[in-house]
């Protein structure tokens, strides 16, 4: 009989050399790499032509990894903003949508179908077009219009860009009096990455390391996602999506209290062995009532000791970067632990192929 057995996640996740052999493309230390990313970010978007009238409304149109970036603009104006921000992931923008609109295109490619359609609408309706993209036909479509353009690093995944793609997004809106001066809120979201990177790199041994932890625990189950407050909400998205793509996993998630009023049903009767609750809880957006609504919640799942991760203290995007943060190396430590490259997306890849306007055309 072979004497060979797989080796516990925890000395996979805590032993460099299998970390490199199943991370070939290195998606660990684009994690890392995220404070450093978000300060290029910054310099790129102040050098940008953004400054113009206050808006009518923002909408900011993207897909996936780089749609996300909407969801964090809107997020962050919800106590901020005297107007509407709306983020819209597919090919049609909403009947609002005319000369008083921004329209920020957010595509880390440029070459997203969805996003593409939606800019052409955007653009007949008279909406007034930003560009946020690492070139593609957004970026020539922007270029051809003179529409201003923030034009951001290449060579990553897009999912690996987040803060190449929320830092500009965020400033479109700045630059216009949506949100007030964003610098230092970028520069301690960045501080707060690089500290996160510290405390929970590859380099850190699992017993100290709380992504590690977390992602030995989700091994082998269906993780549920609980974000609280506008914060919270999108790190549970974040969380859902890296999952999915680092990891190849489904992931269920939701917001608080929302969740409360639906999601805790498909959950009756407490978790039960094959699911592990994840609450991403931002205590400074939750509102007074939010704290023993979760109490309440944990209580009738039955739960004592959920995934738990505060966002802490800081400004809005300090507080988002130490969840998504969290949900970056938990989800790519996943996949590794689970043996599965976390770069690739062929499925995704493959998906977007078949739907591209070219597909079936005649050669
Ligand atoms: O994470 C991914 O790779 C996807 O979700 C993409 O972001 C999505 O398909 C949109 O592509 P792009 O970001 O290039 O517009």
Redesign the pocket.
């Known amino acids: 009989m072979s004497g060979s057995t797989t080796p516990p996640a925890s000395s996979v996740l805590d032993d460099p050399a299998e970390l490199a052999r199943r991370d070939p493309e290195a998606m660990l230390a684009e994690v890392a790499g995220a404070g450093g990313q978000a300060r290029v970010a910054l310099r790129a978007a102040q050098a940008a032509p953004l400054v113009g009238p206050l808006p009518e409304v923002v909408v900011v149109a993207?897909?996936?990894?780089?749609g996300i970036a909407g969801d964090v603009l809107a997020a962050l104006s919800f106590h901020e903003s005297a107007v509407p921000v709306l983020a819209v992931k597919g090919d049609r923008l909403p009947a609002f949508v005319g000369p008083g609109t921004l329209l920020v295109a957010v595509?880390?490619?440029g070459?997203?179908a969805e996003?593409l359609s939606a800019v052409e609408q955007g653009m007949a309706a008279g909406a007034r077009l930003v560009a946020v993209t690492s070139g593609g036909a957004l970026a020539e479509l922007a270029q051809s219009r003179g529409a201003p353009l923030v034009a951001v690093e290449g060579g990553r995944?897009?999912?690996a860009a987040l803060w190449s793609l929320v830092v500009p997004v965020c400033s479109a809106a700045e630059a216009v009096g949506v949100l007030p001066p964003l610098t230092d809120q970028v520069c301690a979201a960045a501080d707060v990455l690089d500290e996160e990177a510290a405390a929970l790199g590859p380099e850190v041994a699992t017993a100290d390391n709380p992504a590690k932890q977390a992602a030995v625990a989700l091994l082998d189950r269906l993780p549920v996602v609980w974000g609280s407050g506008q914060v919270g909400a999108v790190a549970a998205t974040r969380f859902r999506t890296q999952c999915n793509?680092n990891a190849k996993v489904p992931v269920v998630s939701g917001a608080l209290p929302e969740a409360d009023h639906n999601d805790v049903m498909g959950l009756e009767g407490g978790l039960g062995p094959g699911r592990e609750l994840v609450l991403l809880r931002d205590e400074a957006g939750e509102h007074d009532r939010d704290g023993r609504r979760i109490q309440a919640v944990l209580a009738a799942l039955g739960v004592a000791d959920p995934l738990l991760r505060m966002a802490g203290k800081g400004p809005d995007l300090a507080r988002l970067a130490r969840l998504t943060a969290f949900a970056d190396f938990t989800s790519t430590y996943l996949g590794i632990a689970r043996g599965v490259d976390p770069t690739p997306?062929r499925t995704?890849d493959q998906v977007?192929a078949a739907l591209s306007p070219r597909a079936g055309a005649p050669r």
């Open positions: 993207g897909m996936g990894g780089s595509s880390y490619s070459n997203t996003t995944m897009p999912r793509e997306i995704l977007k």
